[in-house]
């Protein structure tokens, strides 16, 4: 009996309004709801980019371009990085086609004596166009007071056009 005055004293000296407890409930409730809507809100948000991933998905798997296309593309563009003027470049050219030897069977097609004289020929070729278009063609000079151009010989020109036609009519037979 004695425990229960205890308990009876306890009670007495909290004094705790209905309003109170019914304000504390109703904070509680309102941080449980906020907390359920942040979590709402969490879950679609999560759900709008798994769903935009899998659309992007979907989109870059029905774009993907084929194996053989990729490979056409990525030979195409190491194909433009690449120039095939000079000796050393026909002949990689023509290895890449199958080609082994091209010289030596560019002598053989009679273009030239020898593979040393068609290289040389074409160097020569090769060195008078970058001249022509990376300088400007104009002469080196080591203090120019004024612009001086590359003497033009039209011979020199006409000739070399008769070789280049020659030359690429005998890359084709081979």
């Avoid at 904070?27 to 980019?49: H, S």
């Avoid at 798997?61 to 095939?84: D, G, N």
């Avoid at 022509?132 to 006409?158: C, K």
């Amino acid at each position: 009996m004695q425990s229960r005055k205890k308990l009876r004293g306890a009670i007495e000296k909290v004094k705790v309004e209905f309003a109170d407890v019914v304000s504390v409930t109703n904070k509680l409730r309102e941080a449980q709801a906020r907390a359920e809507r942040a979590n709402d809100e969490t879950k679609k948000k999560a759900k709008k980019k798994k769903a935009k991933k899998k659309k992007k998905a979907e989109r870059e798997r029905k774009s993907a371009p084929r194996p053989w296309v990729v490979l056409k593309r990525l030979l195409r563009e190491k194909l433009l990085t690449v120039t095939f003027q000079s000796p050393r470049g026909v002949e990689s050219a023509l290895s890449m086609v199958g080609v082994r030897k091209p010289w030596t069977k560019l002598v053989t097609v009679g273009i030239a004596a020898n593979g040393d004289e068609i290289k040389e020929r074409l160097s020569s070729i090769v060195h008078r166009r970058n001249q022509i278009v990376h300088e400007g063609d104009m002469r080196r000079m080591d203090r120019p007071q004024q612009v001086v151009l590359n003497d033009v010989d039209h011979a020199a020109i006409g000739s070399d056009l008769a070789w280049l036609r020659s030359f690429v009519a005998a890359v084709d037979t081979i």
